[in-house]
């Protein structure tokens, strides 16, 4: 251990201006070091408290010698218990082990009894045992890196795995360790009980929990300056998502709620017991869809982008334009996957082949203020996305899938007219993260353009709306992503979303973003140096852009290439991707006309109907008024549009409250903080 004691030494004042100028300088590091050796060594135990002077921590560590030792296992449970036991303060917590031999125990070693003074487990000198070690290691929310030289310590790291498992962490083993393909049957089989199988994704809830990582050492000294530096830095962006989610729930959640929340593990995807749908979706069996809904709410109202929609999507809430929206609804009353707040139920409409996925709440909290806030915030998505596409070139096009939020109408029998549900496309498919708000970046596939596109996406719009708005926390399947997270300058723009970080999420996003060659290829001038500066040069003008349109089902809302769009004198003004065309012949219809006079037959589409949030209408065109969409969105309003403007009232006196709470609360919160 001696070399890797020295390498320590040499390189720990470089790695704590690694971490601050990682994040900005704005990091107060703080550094306890624990030095083990055997029971019969004196001492057993060196050990630093937290400190962040660099040059204490660097003196006491030239005063560790690698010495002593009898058998092959060492005293490592008593250097995680001093660990435990040192002065945490901060809200990120990190163990970085650099360890070439394993604990004590058959358990955690595979030395024969002969090889192990102490093989029963728990017959220490301090009779310790890993699992309450490890437990409170959790409950700490400490993440835990080792940092492997060699194999005698495989079954330790994997031992140590299974516990963080139990509480959803992100685990993983080195590829050179015996275990790991065991591992990855474990991650699975927790992965398909927590996510509900087949509609898996990285979800934002599992990026805040815990990190477990084993990484190869070897005998390279000079890795230990960029793994300490890596394992730092993801260790800081999931506590700053943690901490996020945990401020919103406490800003939103209900009183009987916000007692107990510090017990309340907000990473934790799956309740035991919840029953969930493990079939493949049989999305054409008669019936399987067993679940009616009536229900009425909001869908996004872009459909044709012009040069001036996203500067006035930008400039105001109120140019993010939203349609009154009625539905019958068909899905599985039993859901198929569930998150800590969600449920994810199978559906489709009652007038289109299209998939569709329903999520409701499981317990109260939200409303359809809080869902019409996130529509709006994919709406602005797709629209930075729309420019996107046409300044990169379509080889890597951007998409944002539709959400419609809706709540149930009263007196149907059908649904609570309180429960407020979301509809958007099923997408197929592996889900990957590609970042997240607080700056975790995927560098599983660097070289992946759709991962570059979308890192460069993020940048773009920061870029383009001139340091106000920023785009993160990135997912879906190829570059049909979804539940985007935006951050804004003015700290009045988006106040319900729960995962507005504000300049602090700018600030995580440019302290790990690399600029790839389409940021480039954009001319994206931004960067981490600006952030630090605080003095911004942006791309001063864009080319104009031609009308690009966005298919006119409200329910589906894909972009589509201008020259591709189909289009129909029957629907004047209207663009449909090749999915919805052919449906507004599938569902067409003869009904009669109930309108005074002779019986008399007309055709109509449901499917454009419903496509646009009406109803299918029960008379002839001949007989149906001019006036038809003014009449209908009159009704509507004196009932739940009336309800949902006397809510964002109500809201707008929350937020200033809420204001309030948040800016005491983030006094007491510096997420840049290790």
């Known amino acids: 251990m001696q070399g890797h004691i020295d390498a320590a030494k040499k390189q720990v004042l470089s790695i704590v201006d690694d971490i601050k100028e990682e994040f900005l300088n704005e990091a107060e590091v703080r550094i306890a070091v624990v030095g083990y050796k055997d029971h019969a060594d004196t001492p057993n135990i060196q050990f630093l408290d937290f400190t962040p002077l660099a040059d204490q921590v660097r003196s006491f560590i030239g005063r560790l010698t690698a010495d002593g030792g009898g058998d092959g296992p060492e005293d490592v449970l008593g250097g995680?218990?001093?660990?435990?036991?040192?002065?945490?303060?901060?809200?990120?917590?990190?163990?970085?082990?650099i360890a070439d031999a394993p604990p004590h125990g058959r358990t955690l070693n595979e030395y024969s009894d002969y090889g192990d003074d102490y093989p029963e487990p728990g017959s220490e000198p301090h009779g310790l045992t890993y699992e309450p070690l490890l437990k409170q290691m959790t409950t700490l929310n400490i993440n835990y890196a080792l940092l492997r030289i060699n194999s005698d310590t495989d079954l330790m790291a994997y031992s140590f795995l299974k516990v963080y498992q139990t509480t959803s962490a992100d685990c993983k083993l080195h590829a050179s360790n015996r275990y790991y393909s065991q591992s990855l049957i474990k991650s699975t089989l927790t992965l398909a009980a927590?996510?509900?199988?087949?509609?898996s994704r990285q979800s934002t809830s599992t990026k805040a929990g815990l990190l477990f990582e084993e990484t190869q050492l070897g005998t390279s000294f000079s890795a230990l300056r960029s793994l300490v530096v890596k394992i730092v830095t993801a260790s800081a962006s999931r506590t700053a998502l943690r901490v996020s989610m945990l401020r919103s729930d406490r800003a939103f959640s209900s009183k009987k709620y916000t007692k107990d929340l510090t017990a309340i593990k907000e990473d934790e995807e799956y309740t035991p017991g919840d029953r969930l749908e493990t079939s493949p979706p049989k999305w054409d069996?008669?019936?399987?869809?067993?679940?009616?809904l009536i229900v009425e709410g909001f869908s996004p109202d872009v459909v044709v982008h012009h040069a001036s929609t996203l500067n006035d999507m930008m400039a105001s809430d109120d140019n993010i334009k939203m349609s009154v929206t009625e539905l019958t609804i068909r899905k599985r009353s039993l859901p198929f996957a569930q998150g800590s707040q969600r449920v994810a139920s199978y559906a489709r409409t009652a007038n289109s082949s299209n998939r569709f996925v329903v999520k409701s709440f499981k317990r109260g909290g939200k409303r359809l203020a809080h869902l019409a806030e996130d529509m709006r915030c994919q709406a602005l998505c797709k629209a930075f996305a729309l420019e996107f596409n046409t300044f990169s070139g379509e080889e890597h096009p951007i998409d944002f899938i539709v959400t419609t939020c809706l709540k149930g109408r009263s007196g149907t029998g059908s649904a609570s007219g309180d429960d407020c549900l979301s509809l958007e496309p099923f997408i197929e498919g592996t889900y990957i993260k590609y970042n997240n708000n607080s700056g975790y970046v995927n560098n599983d596939n660097p070289e992946d353009r759709f991962n570059q596109a979308a890192q460069a996406f993020s940048h773009f719009t920061f870029e383009r709306s001139q340091g106000y708005f920023l785009v993160a926390d990135l997912q879906g399947v190829g570059y049909v992503l979804t539940d985007p997270a935006i951050h804004t300058l003015d700290r009045k723009r988006f106040m319900l979303a729960d995962t507005n970080l504000g300049e602090e999420g700018f600030k995580f996003f440019f302290a790990t973003h690399q600029c790839n060659d389409i940021c480039r290829k954009l001319g994206l001038m931004?960067?981490?140096?600006?952030?630090?500066?605080?003095?911004?040069e942006f791309r001063k003008s864009w080319p104009p852009i031609n009308n690009t349109v966005c298919c006119s089902n409200q329910l589906c809302g894909k972009i589509v290439r201008v020259a591709s769009a189909k289009r129909s004198d029957k629907y004047p003004g209207c663009n449909w991707c090749d999915s919805c065309w052919p449906q507004l012949h599938r569902f067409s219809t003869k009904l009669l006309c109930i309108a005074p006079g002779p019986h008399h037959e007309f055709e109509v589409s449901k499917f454009f109907y419903e496509s646009q949030g009406r109803r299918?209408?029960?008379?002839?065109?001949?007989?149906r008024k001019a006036s038809e969409t003014g009449a209908r969105v009159a009704a509507v309003s004196t009932s739940l549009w009336d309800k949902f403007k006397s809510a964002s009232k109500m809201n707008s006196h929350t937020r200033t409250r809420l204001s309030r709470k948040l800016s005491n609360l983030e006094s007491s919160i510096t997420p840049f903080r290790n």
């Not at 945490?88 to 163990?95: D, F, G, N, S, V």
């Not at 931004?526 to 911004?536: D, H, P, Q």
């Not at 299918?616 to 007989?623: A, E, G, K, L, Y």
């Open 80 to 97: 995680i218990r001093q660990a435990l036991n040192a002065t945490w303060q901060q809200q990120t917590r990190c163990i970085i082990h």
């Open 194 to 199: 927590t996510r509900g199988g087949g509609y």
């Open 285 to 292: 069996k008669p019936d399987w869809l067993n679940e009616t």
């Open 526 to 536: 931004t960067n981490k140096s600006m952030v630090i500066s605080g003095r911004y």
């Open 616 to 623: 299918t209408p029960r008379t002839c065109p001949d007989h």
